[in-house]
């Protein structure tokens, strides 16, 4: 399948380092981030795995959930967990997936149906498996990003699109580049400009099509 923005994402059952999950009764009414990674004890992945846990208060104050996802066993994970622990100097409460038979990530477009792992296997047979998407409580996907392995992720970026997408969500606006919360946003075109002074109040017409204003409380 191809996964696009606004498709309802895949359902699942699978064994984390926490327990068995089913996907969309663990997202709840939650937002959920689930990030990839290709293989466990790999470096660019470590220190990924060490910003997601060091951002643990962030995300609990967007009502977010996280998860990971590497092409390991359980057993691994577990073992791995210390050194990103060690590494971060925080606490990875999140749970990894053992996705060791690519149920995962094939469901989600990140390695052809025909993907297999062989024996003595590296990272780059898993390469692609380098994504990160955000999921509403809709349980929709409404953003995803794929890295190549030697990029390390910005989860600032991911929690600065997260706030753009929670923004955005029901309020009737869009989020301009480089938005960061409390910065003006934007004012669909859609909306009419009696529409928009009702709506918001005042607001700036730079263009016709591009009008700003205060964003929302």
Request: charge should be negative.
């Amino acid at each position: 399948m191809c996964l696009r923005i606004n498709d309802t994402v895949p359902n699942f059952t699978a064994e984390t380092d926490q327990g068995t999950i089913t996907f969309h009764d663990w997202i709840g009414d939650s937002w959920a981030i689930l990030f990839s990674h290709p293989k466990d004890f790999t470096p660019v992945c470590t220190t990924e795995f060490g910003a997601v846990a060091q951002l643990a208060d962030e995300w609990a104050k967007r009502n977010t959930k996280v998860m990971g996802i590497s092409v390991d066993g359980v057993e691994d994970h577990k073992k791995w967990k210390g050194d990103i622990e060690k590494f971060a100097g925080s606490r990875a409460g999140f749970p990894i997936i053992a996705d060791d038979n690519l149920a995962v990530a094939k469901a989600f477009d990140m390695l052809p149906a025909d993907a297999y792992l062989p024996d003595g296997r590296t990272p780059a047979h898993s390469a692609t498996v380098r994504s990160v998407f955000i999921i509403g409580p809709d349980k929709q996907l409404k953003l995803s990003m794929t890295y190549p392995m030697t990029v390390g992720r910005n989860f600032a970026e991911v929690l600065r699109a997260l706030d753009g997408l929670q923004m955005s969500t029901g309020k009737g606006v869009a989020t301009p580049a480089n938005w960061n919360v409390g910065d003006d946003v934007i004012i669909p075109t859609s909306v009419s400009d009696a529409d928009a002074k009702a709506k918001f109040g005042e607001f700036t017409t730079h263009f016709p099509y591009l009008r700003t204003t205060k964003a929302p409380k």
